[in-house]
């Protein structure tokens, strides 16, 4: 039988569609990290490193909280504000970021190795508590929303358009990873990453993924339609995923979500887990809700303010804080 040009193309094609799908980018193509310069001073540093001086103030909106124990923690929001404290928040100090840009997502493996990541492709990481930071622009310069390690070496972040990368340098340098290919460019909003294979994703219009292989390949999972908007475990088995439309949804890799309803119509913004059954997430409004049964029912938590609340973490099960609009930053027990 004769098979024709086109015919045969689209035979080789298919052929070869799973290698592509399953395969990786080569570390020829890596994105280094460059000097973003300056030492933290307590007053911005000096040095212009890598982007305009922050202009900001302590009223500018705040967008991530990451605390490595109880008294060790950063906060960064709009404009490239980015402060450390290590007294449990009572006092603050700036790091010397300086990018100029909002900054959306911070992440530690210890008090000393830290990343974030911001709008415009910005990237930053510290070896030294953040005393200094390196930076670098990606080379799409999409707004990247979010970043997480599993372990000291590996990690991701994601953001518009389907943006993945992936690391197995510290961070030093980073990968695109090709699943946005096959998934319509789906912009990308939270990752956790369990292990150094296990990492679950989710994104726009109910983008839920996850992978076992550490990345090599991605597999979908669920039929939620709606933006989910942030995912966490605290026993890197029970996945517990944010919904924009007042859901919760409990996810074991492999298996089917559970959704369960909060119990008030608001915005919610971020969720954090401190146990395999006991979460809390927080929104507009300064609304905070408790749950101890896995999503199942969900209690009001009072935190003295109607400030937006744009993000939430728990560096221990009975302290955390919430930060957001405004510059607030709220204590939780």
């Known amino acids: 039988m004769q098979v024709g040009k086109n015919n045969f193309l689209a035979i080789i094609f298919l052929a070869f ?16 990290l460059i000097d973003g310069g300056g030492s933290g001073n307590g007053n911005g540093g000096t040095n212009p490193g890598n982007g305009p001086t922050p202009n900001f103030n302590k009223n500018t909106e705040l967008n991530s ?14 404009s490239g504000r980015l402060e450390k404290t290590e007294d449990g928040g009572r006092t603050w100090r700036s790091q010397n970021a300086v990018i100029g840009h909002n900054i959306n997502g911070l992440f530690f493996t210890d008090a000393a190795n830290g990343w974030f990541v ?8 510290t070896t030294n508590g953040g005393e200094t930071w390196l930076t670098s622009i990606a080379v799409n310069k999409l707004d990247n929303y979010a970043v997480a390690f599993s372990d000291a070496g590996n990690g991701y972040y994601v953001g518009e358009e389907g943006a993945l990368y992936y690391t197995y340098t ?23 990453a369990a292990t ?12 839920l993924m996850y992978t076992t292989n550490g990345g090599l390949s991605w597999t979908k999972a669920g ?16 996945f517990y995923i944010l919904s924009d439309k007042n859901y919760v949804y409990k996810y074991q890799i492999g298996g089917t979500p559970e959704r369960f309803e909060l119990p008030a119509k608001f915005s919610p913004n971020a969720i ?7 979460g809390f997430v927080a929104g507009d409004d300064g609304l905070v ?39 607030i930053i709220v204590t939780i027990q």
């Open 65 to 78: 909280v990451f605390f490595v124990n109880a008294q060790v923690g950063w906060i960064a929001g709009k």
């Open 17 to 32: 569609l799973p290698f592509f799908i399953s395969c990786k980018k080569d570390n020829s193509n890596q994105t280094p």
């Open 118 to 125: 911001g709008d415009d492709g910005f990237l930053g990481r």
């Open 196 to 207: 150094s294979k296990s990492t679950v994703v989710v994104g726009e219009k109910g983008l």
């Open 223 to 238: 039929n939620a339609t709606e933006d989910l908007i942030g995912v966490h475990s605290a026993d890197k088995v029970n």
């Open 272 to 278: 954090h887990f401190t146990s395999a059954v006991a």
């Open 289 to 327: 809700y408790r749950t101890t049964d896995g999503a199942k029912t969900w209690t009001k938590v009072n935190v003295n303010t109607s400030k937006d609340l744009n993000a939430i973490q728990f560096p221990t099960p009975s302290i955390g804080y919430a930060v957001g609009e405004d510059g």
């Open 170 to 192: 510290a961070g030093r340098s980073w990968n695109k990873d090709f699943y946005s290919l096959f998934y319509n460019l789906k912009d990308v909003y939270g990752i956790f």
